[in-house]
């Protein structure tokens, strides 16, 4: 499985950006997607997550009501909408594939087998 991350760059803060992911090979029933990001000198975190069957979804607490992932079986392509922007947004976002996962999981990062190059979302002030 090969992960492929589009859509970051600058915005202001308040603004909006929409990050794609596009999942090459075969997604598995019974896995999951998720989108994690490392600022410097910051461990990496889940920022959101959803399973592909049932599309159960996690998001960490500082983006609830900001951030919405969705998923698309059709094209293999999980969604991170962005909205209300803030400077503590700035990071590296990665996306990546659990081919086995559970409720219990999605928010884990070391569950995750297939990661993509990352893309850069920087919010200024």
């Known amino acids: 499985v090969t992960v492929v991350e589009s859509g970051g760059g600058l915005v202001q803060a308040g603004g909006s950006l929409r990050l794609s992911c596009e999942v090459r090979g075969r997604m598995f029933r019974s896995g999951a997607v998720g989108w994690f990001r490392q600022a410097p000198g910051k461990e990496r975190e889940t920022v959101a997550a959803?399973?592909?069957?049932?599309?159960?979804?996690y998001y960490t607490d500082s983006v609830q009501g900001r951030f919405s992932i969705s998923r698309d079986k059709a094209s293999q392509t999980v969604d991170l909408q962005m909205n209300s922007l803030k400077p503590e947004d700035t990071a590296v976002y990665y996306c990546?594939?659990?081919?086995?996962?559970?409720?219990?999981?999605?928010?884990?990062?070391?569950?995750?087998?297939?990661w993509g190059q990352g893309t850069q979302v920087t919010v200024s002030s």
């Open positions: 959803i399973m592909w069957s049932d599309s159960t979804t």
């Open positions: 990546a594939v659990d081919d086995w996962s559970g409720p219990d999981r999605l928010s884990a990062p070391r569950w995750y087998d297939d």
